[in-house]
Nanobody, 114 residues
Framework: QIQLVESGGGLVETGGSLRLSCSASVTGITIHTMGWYRQAPGKQRESVALIDSSRRRTYAEPVKGRFTISRSQNTVILQIDSLKPEDSAVYYC??????????WGQGTQVAVSS
């Protein structure tokens, strides 16, 4: 079992920045893919940014050029710049082990005021 602990959400103005962090409570285990999903009210959860153990990154089209994902061991950071109101959502940390098992964080709220 892996626990994901997130931090860094908050309320910012349009154009502002936030830094989300997520750490997995494991040692001696390499997680294959870590990243972030988000879910806005009334919408489905969607992938935002992912990074695998080889540091290959994938970004959702709406966030390219504004979001940057990085990783050190089993900690993943999402740097969010140039925030827009449509980025407002609950952001969930995601981890997938080589076995295929998937884990989720508890979610952290990002709210962007216009």
């Amino acid at each position: 079992q892996i626990q994901l602990v997130e931090s860094g959400g908050g309320l910012v103005e349009t154009g502002g920045s936030l830094r989300l962090s997520c750490s997995a409570s494991v040692t001696g285990i390499t997680i294959h893919t870590m990243g972030w999903y988000r879910q806005a009210p009334g919408k489905q959860r969607e992938s935002v940014a992912l990074i695998d153990s080889s540091r290959r990154r994938t970004y959702a089209e709406p966030v390219k050029g504004r979001f940057t994902i990085s990783r050190s061991q089993n900690t993943v950071i999402l740097q969010i710049d140039s925030l827009k109101p449509e980025d407002s959502a609950v952001y969930y940390c995601y981890a997938r082990r080589w076995s295929g098992d998937v884990y989720w964080g508890q979610g952290t709220q990002v709210a962007v005021s216009s």
